[in-house]
């Protein structure tokens, strides 16, 4: 068949899903600034994105017939709206939270997902109106243009754009930088599509270069403002890093989350000292992180060896230039994961140092687990100490606090014979295999350790009743906090819920009416790609979330793990489309694998824990979006041709039905006859499509404007009017689930020769 012609429509739909997705992936860094690095933020973008984008689809069928008839001038409108619309989106989410919400205080979670979807809402809706346009638009120009290869460029779009923004974009550019570049393409694309130049499409292009530029060269001044003098600012491919100076004080922040702050002597001398003073002589010290005066209170114990971890090389350096990090004799920086070093490390260390955030995000929480611990407990010296924190509690220990101290105890205590609760500033956890002592200040006094906070005169809060209230208050019963079950991030879940007074039952509860509701109205083979819709998006989001406990730095790679899901639907849906046996069988069969897909997943987390390579989820990625693509065009053809029934769910201004030959007729008739329009369109003619007259289903406004029926043909009325209405610019789909049964009638043999003849 030769292929029709589009006018360069779908130059357009490839380029703006190598767009959307680069700006999807720009916003998860955005969120993620603004909340903290919560990871839950990344789930509530995607569900927003797909219901928004949804919706947007769904008000195509009905919009563009009756407000925007199909035209490639209002594409390239749209398009540049498209583009206004991603910067704007990005300048909403680091402006809008503090005008929304208070300054510096902690926001819920129905809060949260109301301000991701008020700023997501015009980009993603407008993102699922262009779709089906633009295959209106094609259309117009040819409307045998098969729905497919629309479906088709915009995935092959999402992948190039998914894989541009991981292997190159996010490692160079800052976000504004990175609109610019990915939408190059697009406003490019705008150029060739014919018949687009108007007044008002070049108008908006030259706004959107505007916009774009303008955010690319003030990208500093469009950060959200914080108390005190940003001294310096970069996006790293781990997170947004900012130095602020407030009151003389510097600060490190990474994703809004203070990293390290200056020279803090009391909270420095809880967490060298208390730890060290059960060692004789630490000789090899092992950092992960740091606080502000950590290394002058490590340099008094003149170790030999001292090894300081960051993931980020960007943190260090910023460390160091702006004297948060004090160098000292033996110290080595290594840039690198701290679970990824120990698990290749072979050195012993005399102690083991985690001064960390708060447990409250799974790239935290996965050094207060028991695969870290047990690391840990691997790489110590006999002898040695490991130790890690949360924050301070006051006398009173709420319950939750209390579950979460009981937790990582027992989960410290599966692998160290002794953990002991010290009060502070932190809650420090000591963990060792030998008896410790808790007269912390008159050890100091013995190793001739100078301090100024911790001393025999005045030990703070490291007194015998605090350090017996405190190491009394564990629960024996609390489980463990593990990688794959963490305990922690649960209890940080109820907790962040329980401030603020709120509940996540109401959304189950709202979103399991809604899609019922929905369920209600829909097909079987609609069913089908419904389910295996979730199944991609479910197992996107597990393998995101198990990304993130493991390796923990989710955002350098969340783009590839994006790309693993969106390379595998393409090949999926040409095998799919070229099947030839039993569809419903196959697609029962589909079903059946994703589910063993799910399972044989299952099975490697528990067995492989945190020993399972990042290859297993990437083929898991690839696996379950090729089992999706291949249903998608198999849940089409079982309701008739892949192509008509995509244009079906686009809408149509004329429908046809399918013809039953059998059903009415005896066998020979039906040998005799020449059945057509049994699984598409008729076509007998070699131009256009067209449907039978007793199946055709048409719009009044179409057929009144057409003027119905053209009474001067003698016959073939139905074959010129569909010719009409697909040239005057209306699209004709086929609609399987309507059948028309046809009976023939047969002329008996006469000896009139004109009538020598079965007449059907």
């Given at each position: ?24 992936l ?26 928004f ?7 195509a ?47 819920g ?14 980009y ?20 045998r ?29 800052t ?5 610019l ?6 406003l ?25 530029v303008t955010?690319a ?13 940003r ?31 200056s020279q ?19 000789r ?15 340099a ?14 960007l943190?260090?350096?910023l ?47 996965r ?19 490991f ?17 979460k ?5 027992n ?7 002794h ?15 030998r ?25 703070g809060?490291l ?10 208050a564990?629960d ?12 922690l ?14 509940s ?10 809604a ?15 419904l389910t ?7 197992a996107e ?10 390796y923990?730095y989710v955002?350098?790679?969340?783009g ?10 393409l090949?999926?849906?040409?095998a ?8 419903r ?17 299952a ?48 809408s ?63 016959y ?39 009538d ?5």
């Amino acid at each position: 068949m030769k292929r029709p012609h589009d006018g360069g429509v779908r130059r357009v739909v490839v380029a703006t899903g190598i767009a959307s997705v680069a700006v999807q992936l720009v916003c998860v860094r955005e969120y993620l600034a603004q909340f903290q690095g919560n990871e839950i933020v990344i789930a509530l973008i995607f569900f927003c994105w797909l219901v928004f984008g949804g919706v947007g689809t769904v008000a195509a069928k009905g919009f563009r017939t009756r407000v925007l008839q199909p035209s490639p001038t209002i594409l390239a409108f749209l398009s540049c709206l498209l583009v206004i619309f991603s910067v704007s989106q990005v300048v909403a989410i680091r402006w809008l939270r503090d005008l929304v919400f208070i300054h510096g205080t902690s926001v819920g979670f129905y809060s949260t997902l109301g301000y991701v979807a008020m700023t997501l809402f015009p980009y993603a809706l407008l993102v699922g109106f262009v779709l089906p346009y633009s295959l209106s638009v094609a259309r117009y120009r040819s409307a045998r243009y098969p729905g497919n290869w629309i479906y088709m460029a915009d995935n092959a779009g999402d992948v190039a754009g998914a894989a541009i923004f991981s292997f190159v974009l996010v490692h160079w550019l800052t976000p504004f930088q990175v609109l610019l570049v990915v939408h190059l393409p697009l406003l490019a694309s705008l150029l060739l599509l014919e018949s687009a130049i108007s007044r008002r499409s070049a108008a908006a292009s030259v706004l959107a270069v505007v916009v774009l530029v303008t955010g690319a060269v003030f990208e500093d001044r469009l950060l959200p403002s914080r108390e005190g003098r940003r001294l310096y600012y970069a996006e790293s491919r781990y997170g947004r890093i900012e130095v602020i100076e407030s009151a003389g004080a510097v600060s490190i922040f990474s994703d809004g989350v203070p990293s390290l702050f200056s020279q803090d002597p009391t909270l420095a001398e809880e967490i060298v000292h208390i730890p060290l003073s059960q060692v004789d002589r630490p000789r090899r010290l092992l950092l992960v992180s740091a606080v502000g005066g950590m290394m002058a209170e490590v340099a008094k114990y003149r170790p030999d060896r001292v090894d300081y971890v960051e993931l980020d090389p960007l943190t260090a350096q910023l460390q160091l230039r702006f004297d948060l990090l004090t160098p000292i004799r033996g110290l080595t920086v290594i840039a690198q994961d701290a679970r990824a070093y120990l698990s290749h490390a072979s050195t012993r260390y005399d102690a083991i140092l985690v001064s960390l955030p708060e447990p409250e995000t799974y790239q935290v929480n996965r050094f207060y687990t028991a695969g870290f611990f047990e690391l840990a407990k691997n790489h110590l010296a006999p002898g040695g100490v490991f130790s890690f924190g949360i924050d301070g509690v006051a006398n009173y220990i709420s319950e939750i606090r209390q579950q979460k101290l009981s937790s990582l105890a027992n989960t410290a205590g599966t692998y160290f014979s002794h953990v002991m609760l010290m009060p502070g500033q932190r809650l420090l956890f000591v963990c060792r295999d030998r008896p410790m002592r808790t007269d912390i200040p008159l050890l100091l006094e013995q190793k001739g350790i100078d301090t100024r906070h911790i001393h025999r005169y005045f030990a703070g809060d490291l007194t015998g009743q605090r350090i017996r209230q405190l190491n009394d208050a564990v629960d024996p019963g609390i489980g463990r906090n593990l990688d794959l079950s963490p305990r922690l991030m649960r209890l940080a879940f109820v907790g962040w819920l329980a401030r603020h007074g709120e509940s996540s039952c109401w959304f189950a509860l709202a979103l399991s009416v809604a899609a019922l509701a929905y369920l209600t109205r829909i097909t079987r083979p609609q069913w089908v790609l419904l389910t295996t819709g979730c199944v991609n998006i479910g197992a996107e989001m597990v393998t995101i979330f198990t990304f993130q406990t493991l390796y923990g730095y989710v955002y350098l790679q969340i783009g590839v793990l994006v790309t693993v899901f969106l390379a595998g639907l393409l090949p999926g849906a040409w095998a799919g489309g070229r099947f030839t046996g039993n569809r419903r069988r196959a697609l029962m069969t589909g079903d059946l694998l994703l589910c063993l897909l799910l399972v044989l997943f299952a099975l490697i987390l528990v067995v492989a824990r945190q020993g399972m390579p990042g290859m297993v989820l990437y083929g898991f990625g690839l696996a379950v979006s090729f089992c999706c693509g291949f249903q998608f065009p198999l849940a089409l053809m079982v309701s008739g041709d892949s192509a008509a029934a995509a244009a079906h769910s686009f809408s149509a201004d004329l429908v046809g039905a399918a013809i039953d030959h059998a059903r009415l007729n005896t066998g020979w008739v039906v040998e005799a006859a020449s059945p057509v329009q049994t699984d598409g369109l008729s076509d007998g003619h070699g131009f256009l499509p067209y449907a039978s007259g007793g199946t055709l289903g048409v719009r009044r406004s179409v057929a009144l404007g057409l003027g119905g029926f053209a009474e001067d043909k003698a016959y073939a009325e139905d074959v010129d009017f569909c010719w009409r209405a697909q040239l005057a610019g209306h699209t004709l789909a086929f609609v399987p689930d309507a059948v028309l049964g046809y009976r023939y009638r047969c002329l008996l043999y006469t000896s009139d020769a004109a009538d020598d003849e079965y007449n059907v």
